[in-house]
């Protein structure tokens, strides 16, 4: 590496019982700008994996019997850590996954804000007691944890989505073995070095990094000792998990793939739908489930809207993510850069017109130039597929109903936006979009207060807010006489 870091938070081993374990094998990670090799990483075996397993329900039998007073100390010092290294975290993610800095130390921040609310939360999780219907019994209703969770995180946020599900499994007296995407996997491991710093005691976080995939995950949704699994990924390997967690009727929580459509009515204020346009879309250059993939601006609008879109799209800086000023960064790799070249390639032969971009920089070969496609139509692919690439799919529409119907038209379900002043319209879309996160004249909406996750194919249970904590703890009803 040639960039100065706290050396303690560059771990290429895994993470088992509180100790760093070597594997027989290593992968290499690669910095998506250059293809650099950053780290050589241990590449876990399903034997090690199963340690971890093992490793957590041991401790999960002292850890869930720790006050939440004690879980919630934990977890604030966990977040100090994070917080106190923030710069040095924010440098590693960028040079392992590509994210321009500032947009880097953005989820360093967003992440710990998740482990800081959990750490409040643990105080708050409560029973109740019910009326007897018949007045001699007394109705109790107790939660507990559910026991080992077993957690796949994706790439595009590699410290963020461990600290979002982390969090809320710690709090609530779970313990957890994390597989990291094998693309950015030293996030992970940065994260149970503070982790171990914090005093959480050993077999309560596991990290085990691995380029076998299929294999951790049959592994972990086969193990009778894991009670539960949360996935962040693609539709259909959630679907594969959702099946094999079936078998042992483990707990699941997934938050899949998106197809975000974005929604720009006739009196909507046309200065902030382009701002929120920018931030939505190009943010980890395209490379989020909540971007805007479908981008849907009334005729009356659709000329200006384009041309001052354009002019915001030219001036977008092009580069390596450690250089100060860039906004659109390398894709992750030759695959998510096939993809999106496919996909404008398909586009542009069905009639759709490049307006700004669509195709490689020149000047930087694994960069995707910021693009916007118009006269683009709902039987082309960009449409039905998750673009993930700084690419705008422009479609003009005429009412509300047609856009309403258009919006709709996917079997995905995560998040959805939409620009408008009228209060009637807004009433409307929240209640008919079918999706489990509606923006209303905002293009950014995740935060740890709120509840996170999609309808439809895009998954089941729900991220940070107080419903956050619900999926990691079972209800057990007393009947006292």
Known sequence: MNII???????????I??????????FDVDNPFDNG?????????????????????AAFKTWSKS?????????HKWYSLITDNADDLAELLTIEQGKPLAEAKGEILYGASYIKWFAEEALRVNGDLIPSPDGEKQIEIHKYPVGVVGIITPWNFPQAMIARKVAPALAAGCTVVIKPASETPLSALAMAELADQAGIPKGVVNVVPSTSSSEVGQALTSSPLVRKISFTGSTPVGKKLI??????VQKVTMELGGNAPFIVFDDADIDAAIYGLMASKFRNSGQTCVCANRVFVHENLYQEYIKLLGNKVNELKLGNGLSEGVKI?????????????????????????????????????NIIQPTILSNVTQDMDIVSEEIFGPVIALIPFSDDDEVIAAANNTSAGLASYAYTEDRKRIKRLVRELEYGMVGINTGMLSNEMAPFGGVKESGMGREGSKYGISDYLDIKYACVN
């Not at 019982?17 to 290593?26: E, H, R």
């Not at 099946?243 to 042992?248: G, K, L, R, T």
């Open 329 to 365: 960064t390398a894709l992750i790799n030759q695959k998510g850069i096939d993809k999106v070249l496919r996909l404008i390639q398909q586009a542009t032969e069905s009639g759709a017109e490049i307006l700004v971009g669509g195709s490689q920089s020149k000047e930087f070969k």
């Open 243 to 248: 099946a094999q967690s079936a078998e042992n």
């Open 5 to 15: 870091m706290n050396k303690e938070l560059l771990k290429e081993r895994a993470y």
């Open 17 to 26: 019982d509180g100790q760093w374990v070597s594997a027989d094998k290593t």
């Open 37 to 57: 090799i950053i780290a050589s990483v241990a590449d876990c075996s399903v034997e090690q994996v199963e340690q971890a397993i093992e490793s957590a329900n």
């Open 67 to 75: 006050t939440a007073k004690d879980r919630s100390n934990l977890l």
